[in-house]
């Protein structure tokens, strides 16, 4: 069900060390080195379970519990991505950014974001789309 887990950092390559480190223990090692790009991340890639990513929160502001953090849950198509949104608003949800793509992400990163009613931060994504879906 989910995908990945990210939580917002101040310092990349403190939090970056840190992380390298706590993980080892439980034997996970940063799966690529993405530092120069914003983030890094541990774990698995899409298809093979969750990963868990740090970055600094994308609304500029200071990271805390819950800015920066979000959880993203996998979607087996865009049409998914949608009716995940419009369930969301439809629940007392609140949009975060619409159903479509995130090219800084990657191409095929088909997105959508919103709270949840308590301002949890989630995603729904669908990192296979394509102009054929």
Known sequence: MILYTNVGVSDLARS???YDAVL????????????ADGWAHWGPRYDDGVSFWICAPFDGGAPSPG????IAFRAGSDA???AFH???LEYGGTDEGAPGTRTYYQPSFY???VRDPDGNKLA?????????T
Do not use: Q, S
Request: glycine fraction near 8%.
């Open 16 to 18: 970056t060390r840190f």
């Open 24 to 35: 080892a223990v439980l034997g996970h090692a940063r799966t690529e080195d993405t530092a």
């Open 67 to 70: 800015n920066g953090t979000m």
């Open 80 to 82: 998914e991505v949608r």
């Open 86 to 88: 419009a369930a969301a």
């Open 111 to 113: 997105v959508a974001y």
């Open 124 to 132: 729904c994504v669908f990192h296979r789309y394509g102009a054929e």
